[in-house]
C-alpha cells in the first residue's frame, strides 16, 4: 500500500502560482509513473500532468501547457506541480497519484485525498 498526501492548495488571484506537493508514504520502494488529476464541481476528474519514473517524461493537458510543470524528487517520494498564470477555469480540487507495486504487471494505481485550489477572477 502507498499513502498520498497532497499540500499547497489553496485560493489565489487570476494569473497567480501555486506549488502543490504530493508526498508518498508506505511501500515506496517501486513506484512508476506518477501525476495529477483535477475535478471541478459538476465535472468529471480530469488528466492534468503525469511524469514517468525516472523523471525523463512529462506529459500534460493541453491547456495547462506552457503553465505547469510537473517534476518529482524520488530521494523525497514527493511529486510536485508548478501551476503559473492561474485562471479561474483551472479552479478544482486536485488529486495525484502513482503507479505503484512489485513489478509494473501487478501494479496499482493510488490516490491522495485532493487539495483545493481556487482561482478568483
Known amino acids: 500500500q502507498v499513502q498520498l498526501v497532497e499540500s499547497g492548495g489553496g485560493l489565489v488571484q487570476d494569473g497567480g502560482s501555486l506549488r502543490l506537493s504530493c508526498a508518498a508514504s508506505?511501500?515506496?520502494?517501486?513506484?512508476?509513473?506518477m501525476g495529477w488529476f483535477r475535478q471541478a464541481p459538476g465535472k468529471e476528474r480530469e488528466f492534468v500532468a503525469a511524469?514517468?519514473?525516472?523523471?525523463?517524461?512529462?506529459y500534460y493537458k493541453d491547456s495547462v501547457k506552457g503553465r505547469f510543470t510537473i517534476s518529482r524528487d524520488n530521494a523525497k517520494n514527493t511529486v510536485y506541480l508548478q501551476m503559473n498564470s492561474l485562471k479561474p477555469e483551472d479552479t478544482a480540487v486536485y488529486y495525484c497519484?502513482?503507479?505503484?507495486?512489485?513489478?509494473?504487471?501487478?501494479?496499482?494505481?493510488?490516490w491522495g485525498q485532493g487539495t483545493q485550489v481556487t482561482v478568483s477572477s
Open positions: 508506505g511501500r515506496t520502494a517501486n513506484m512508476y509513473a
Open positions: 511524469i514517468s519514473g525516472s523523471a525523463t517524461s512529462t
Open positions: 497519484n502513482v503507479l505503484a507495486g512489485t513489478n509494473l504487471e501487478t501494479a496499482s494505481v493510488y
